[in-house]
């Protein structure tokens, strides 16, 4: 038979296995004395429900086949018709819209960071169950789960070729992953407190870490050796952020304020920023296409901050030139969101609408809107030429909303919840 020829002798042999161990475990005695008497193959117990475990993998990657032949589809239909999806993607004015694509359930305690794999379908998920799981966010299934950490998983990211994946944890530890082997390939370890965020420099080869312990602490990847430490605050350390060009750092934290550094610096920070009359929670860099934000931010709901004091503090900002990081975005308990121009350090816009704490803020690609997730269940979109809230997504988690990650390749968001959920939104 012509299927023969595509099984060598071994793989024969543990397919007549796998048979017999099947035909034994369901009680089809004479089929499988049968099946012993012409096979010549001596039974395995170690071959005991291999069938079922290959049945259902068969079963799972034709209907992964099946998606992606519909999505193909669907993407050629567009093209046909004179772009679809494709122009609609390039003009990059996608926003997430309810209902959720897929409500990922899996994880025990709160999300405390998703992040989309830079290259493939996948997303990563932090909880304060100790545990990171990817996921096919395609499909919605769990493809696997990094154990380790001792205690919550605070924080996590990829570096930009998606070869480690970085975690750090309330266990004190800071830990690189292997995303081929799916193995801790290093520990570092040196803070005396919550290690509450986590990134990679744009070239991957260093990582920088916050924590409760009121320092910022630089790691190179390849050792795993702490190369410098800042004293950043006087309270705990919150969040760490770095530029698209890895020239400027910002830090948020529970003493109100954000500070901006030089990344080379071993001293004072650029600029100090106050304004929040609350402990900070997030913060996120502007992309190079953000336009000029300022003047006179008194905005629909009746917010108000400072106007900006000239006219040369944004210039540039979305021009050809300007890199990420003309502005900063940072999310507060005091329930506002407060966008700074980070070359004079001022606040430019103020942005009033949630109800409750804001847990994260990011900037759409594009540059044109802000997203943000707070402890009012609700997604906000705002747009900051108007400096209003244009969409909220009410009631997306059913608890708090306390992370959120855009997919730059693709128009999804992704939000995890004090629900113990990970959602994620497709932008149309």
């Given at each position: 038979?012509?299927?023969?020829?595509?099984?060598?002798?071994?793989?024969?042999?543990?397919?007549?296995?796998?048979?017999?161990?099947?035909?034994?475990?369901?009680g089809f005695t004479k089929t499988y004395e049968a099946l012993l008497e012409e096979s010549h193959v001596d039974p395995d117990p170690k071959s005991d429900g291999l069938l079922e475990k290959k049945w259902t993998s068969v079963i799972r990657l034709q209907k992964k086949i099946m998606e992606l032949e519909d999505k193909n589809k669907a993407l050629e239909e567009?093209?046909?018709?004179?772009?679809?999806?494709?122009?609609?993607?390039?003009?990059?004015?996608?926003?997430?819209?309810?209902p959720a694509r897929h409500t990922l359930s899996g994880h025990?305690?709160?999300?405390?960071?998703?992040?989309?794999?830079?290259?493939?379908?996948?997303?990563?998920?932090?909880?304060?169950?100790?545990?990171?799981?990817?996921?096919?966010?395609?499909?919605?299934?769990?493809?696997?789960?990094?154990?380790?950490?001792?205690?919550?998983?605070?924080?996590?990211?990829f570096d930009?070729?998606?070869?480690?994946?970085a975690s750090c944890s309330a266990d004190l530890s800071i830990k690189l992953w292997d995303m081929q082997s799916h193995k801790c390939v290093k520990t570092m370890h040196g803070h005396d407190h919550n290690v509450s965020s986590i990134t990679f420099t744009p070239s991957g080869d260093m990582l920088i870490s916050a924590?409760?312990?009121?320092?910022?602490?630089?790691?190179?990847?390849?050792?795993?050796?702490?190369?410098?430490?800042?004293?950043?605050?006087?309270?705990?350390?919150?969040?760490?952020?770095?530029?698209?060009?890895?020239?400027?750092?910002?830090?948020?934290?529970?003493?109100?304020?954000?500070?901006?550094?030089?990344?080379?610096?071993?001293?004072?920070a650029l600029h100090t920023l106050r304004g929040h009359e609350h402990v900070i929670e997030c913060i996120a860099f502007?992309?190079?296409?953000?336009?000029?934000?300022?003047?006179?931010?008194?905005?629909?709901?009746?917010?108000?901050?400072a106007k900006k004091p000239r006219a040369s503090a944004g210039a540039g900002a979305g021009?050809?030139?300007?890199?990420?990081?003309?502005?900063?975005?940072?999310?507060?308990?005091?329930?506002?969101?407060?966008?700074?121009?980070?070359?004079?350090?001022?606040?430019?816009?103020?942005?009033?609408?949630?109800?409750?704490?804001?847990?994260?803020v990011m900037f759409h690609p594009n540059g044109k809107y802000l997203m943000s997730v707070s402890d009012d269940k609700s997604i906000c979109i705002w747009d900051l030429k108007q400096q209003r809230c244009i969409k909220t997504?009410?009631?997306?988690?059913p608890h708090f909303v306390a992370c959120l990650d855009y997919n730059k390749r693709f128009p999804l968001l992704a939000t995890g919840g004090v629900d113990a959920t990970i959602k994620v939104w497709e932008s149309r």
């Open positions: 038979m012509n299927s023969r020829q595509h099984l060598t002798n071994k793989q024969r042999e543990q397919l007549h296995q796998a048979l017999l161990e099947y035909l034994k475990g369901s567009e093209l046909n018709a004179g772009g679809g999806r494709a122009k609609k993607k390039g003009d990059g004015d996608d926003l997430p819209r309810p025990r305690s709160n999300i405390n960071a998703v992040r989309f794999h830079p290259v493939f379908s996948q997303l990563a998920t932090a909880s304060e169950d100790a545990t990171i799981k990817l996921w096919d966010y395609d499909s919605g299934e769990l493809e696997k789960t990094l154990k380790g950490h001792t205690l919550a998983v605070q924080d996590i990211a930009h070729t998606a070869k480690f994946l924590s409760r312990d009121k320092t910022v602490k630089f790691w190179e990847v390849a050792t795993g050796y702490c190369v410098r430490t800042l004293n950043a605050h006087e309270e705990w350390v919150k969040r760490v952020i770095i530029n698209d060009e890895g020239t400027m750092l910002a830090t948020c934290s529970y003493d109100q304020t954000i500070k901006l550094w030089n990344f080379n610096t071993k001293g004072e502007s992309p190079p296409s953000t336009p000029i934000l300022g003047g006179d931010e008194t905005n629909d709901t009746g917010g108000a901050g021009q050809p030139g300007r890199g990420s990081g003309a502005y900063i975005a940072s999310g507060s308990r005091d329930k506002l969101i407060k966008i700074w121009d980070t070359a004079t350090g001022q606040c430019v816009v103020t942005l009033v609408g949630h109800d409750n704490w804001v847990r994260g997504i009410s009631d997306a988690h």
